[in-house]
């Protein structure tokens, strides 16, 4: 058995496919099921280094924090808050999907709150209306 090309006395175990180079436990280095010798794989990897792009990661874009004002102002006109939700969504669901879901999210969860504040608030109307007539009403 052949002597490894870089450590002498040392028995080879396998040669590299690229250079040929006798290489010991030590020196084999297996990428691909294909043995290589250091200074090869060293060589294979910068080389796929320069060719190889790096997949960008998603670039997440800043999304104003006006947009919240879309979310939470229409509570004072009426309680369209999901309209707003709906066009900060849409308008920021490509730079920010997780921020433009929680708009979306909050405007609609306003708009219930207000829908809800709202029945709540008739049904007392109502009911004070009630009271105050009923005597009224029983009288006659
Ligand atoms: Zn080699
Ligand atoms: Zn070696």
Partial sequence: MADCSFHPGKDAVG???SCGKMLCIACRTELHDKVYCPSCA???FVHADDVKVAPSAPVVQSVSG???LLVILPLLFGGWNWIGGIIAWAVNKGKD???ARSMLIWGIVISVIYIILAVIFLVLVLAGFLVVSLPGVLQQ
């Fill in 42 to 44: 060293n060589k294979l």
């Fill in 15 to 17: 040669a590299c496919v």
């Fill in 97 to 99: 999907p997780k921020k």
């Fill in 66 to 68: 006006a947009w919240w």
